[in-house]
């Protein structure tokens, strides 16, 4: 059973608002921080969004600032990724990934080194 499961990837038109759901299993979530990475083709993995296993903190890559959102709902064990006025440039395999830490942990980080557990991705593709 996979402990980290992404979905939601999918064909967007520019412009778009979309959302990426992350299913957390075996764990409770709200021992983890949560990082969302892509890896557009051709390219290396970057890391554009982090959340705080507390929620007080995230953190967004220059690119997706101001576009994207990171939440989390422990009760659900579940995390997002919504994306707004998506670009061309947003096409990518996006990925997953949890950090274990304690609950009022305010840090999150970028570095993909630094996560314990991974996704499968989910592809977004952003094309007319």
């Known amino acids: 059973q996979e402990r980290i499961v992404e979905s939601g990837g999918g064909l967007v038109q520019p412009g778009e608002s979309w959302t990426l759901s992350c299913k957390l299993s075996?764990?409770?979530?709200?021992?983890?921080?949560i990082g969302w990475f892509r890896q557009a083709p051709g390219k290396e993995r970057e890391g554009i969004s982090c959340?705080?296993?507390?929620?007080?903190?995230?953190h967004y890559e220059q690119s997706v600032k101001d576009r994207f959102a990171i939440f989390k709902h422990d009760v659900d064990n579940m995390a997002y990724l919504l994306m707004r006025n998506v670009k061309a440039e947003d096409t990518a395999v996006y990925y997953c990934a949890a950090r274990s830490t304690l609950p009022n942990d305010d840090s999150c980080t970028l570095d993909a080194g630094s996560y314990d557990y991974w996704g499968q991705g989910t592809q977004v593709t952003v094309s007319l």
């Open positions: 075996e764990f409770s979530l709200r021992w983890f921080a």
């Open positions: 959340i705080s296993a507390s929620e007080r903190t995230t």
